[in-house]
């Protein structure tokens, strides 16, 4: 099955800086690719959602990229604030996986002042 | 427009007890999830509906776990006798089809 890796698990920036936090899959046939921001004791906010034909997506701060060939996705949040601050999930799926998420294991990002 | 909803937000029990969690999945979103996610983990996939029928229940405990949404709409899911290993966060999401999954605030349970 679907293999999905995250990195780093943990990172901590200071208010103003760039985080960015990698993904990498396994299963080439991955169509969908998405970004979660989890909070203490709150569920997943859906931040960002990538079909496998676009290689860049840029949202309010946000920038996703995608490399079909390297299997990698990453998230890079432009100037963070401490409001940034929660776990950052990647999540794939594929065409014949139906609508079965594999998540990754989650990258803890802490934004201080 | 209400998000997913879910009740508990908390429980606590000791082995061998039964919990039942229940999800309200946005309007109109025929299709409904059920994840597990342990302490700094992933959610992981347990088992997804379209309208009331199971499409994948393969990752369910199935001799102790049951999930059921009987009108389409609501779900339930039970864990009978539960184990310290069932500790984990329970969230429920929803989608259209196969879209955008959004997720609830999640059941956190603890087994002692």
């Known amino acids: 099955g679907e293999q999905v890796e995250q990195r780093p698990p943990h990172l901590s920036v200071r208010e103003g800086d760039s985080a960015f936090i990698i993904c990498t899959y396994t299963?080439?046939?991955?169509?969908?690719f998405y970004w979660y921001k989890q909070e203490p004791g709150a569920g997943l906010q859906l931040l960002m959602s990538?079909?496998?034909?676009?290689d860049r997506k840029e949202e309010q701060g946000l920038t996703v990229l995608l490399n079909k060939k390297d299997k990698r996705l990453s998230l890079n949040l432009t100037a963070a604030h401490p409001g940034d601050s929660a776990v950052y999930f990647c999540a794939v799926s594929g065409l014949g996986t139906g609508s079965k998420l594999s998540f990754g294991k989650g990258a803890k990002l802490t934004v201080s002042p | 427009e209400a998000g997913v909803t879910q009740s508990p937000r908390y429980a606590v029990l000791q082995e061998g007890q039964a919990v039942s969690f229940w999800c309200d999945p946005i309007?109109?979103?025929?299709?409904l999830y059920w994840y597990q996610q342990p302490r700094d983990q992933g959610p992981q996939l347990l088992v997804y509906f379209r309208d009331e029928a199971v499409i994948d229940n393969s990752q369910l405990p199935s001799d102790r776990f049951s999930a059921v949404r009987p009108k389409g709409t609501n779900s339930t899911l039970k864990i009978q006798s539960a184990k310290q290993g069932d500790t984990a966060t329970y969230l429920c999401?929803?989608?259209?089809?196969?879209?955008?999954?959004?997720f609830g605030p999640g059941t956190r349970l603890t087994v002692l």
């Open positions: 299963d080439s046939a991955t169509a969908y």
């Open positions: 990538v079909f496998s034909n676009v």
């Open positions: 309007s109109g979103h025929d299709t």
């Open positions: 999401a929803s989608s259209f089809i196969r879209g955008e999954q959004y």
